[in-house]
C-alpha cells in the first residue's frame, strides 16, 4: 500500500483570503436599488469568507503551538485589552470639564 507524502504547501499560511467574484451574468445594475442590493451580497459574502479564512488560519496555527502557550497568549492579550480600556476611560473623564 503506497501513502502520499504530505507537502508543507499544504499547511502554509496564506497572507490574505481570496474572495470570489459572483458569477451572475445575467445580472444588470440598472437601478440604484439593484446597485445596492449587489453590493450588500458581495459584502456579506465577503465577511462570511474572511472570518472563515481567519478561523482557518488560527486553527493551523494552533495545530502547531503548545494549548499552555496559546492560553497564555490569549489571557495577556486580555489583560492588554483591559488595560487598555481603563487608560482610555481615565483619558476620557480627564477631558471633561469638571461641574
Excluded at 499552555?68 to 481615565?90: D, H, P, Q, V, Y
Amino acid at each position: 500500500m503506497l501513502r502520499k507524502k504530505g507537502t508543507a504547501q499544504q499547511y502554509r499560511i496564506s497572507a490574505a483570503p481570496n474572495h470570489e467574484k459572483l458569477p451572475w451574468p445575467g445580472l444588470k445594475a440598472k437601478d440604484h436599488l439593484s446597485r445596492v442590493v449587489t453590493w450588500a451580497v458581495k459584502e456579506a459574502k465577503e465577511a462570511r469568507e474572511t472570518a472563515c479564512w481567519a478561523e482557518e488560519q488560527i486553527a493551523r496555527v494552533l495545530d502547531h503551538v503548545p494549548p499552555e502557550t496559546a492560553i497564555r497568549i490569549l489571557f495577556r492579550e486580555i489583560s492588554r485589552r483591559e488595560n487598555r480600556k481603563l487608560r482610555e476611560s481615565k483619558r476620557g473623564s480627564a477631558k471633561r470639564p469638571a461641574r
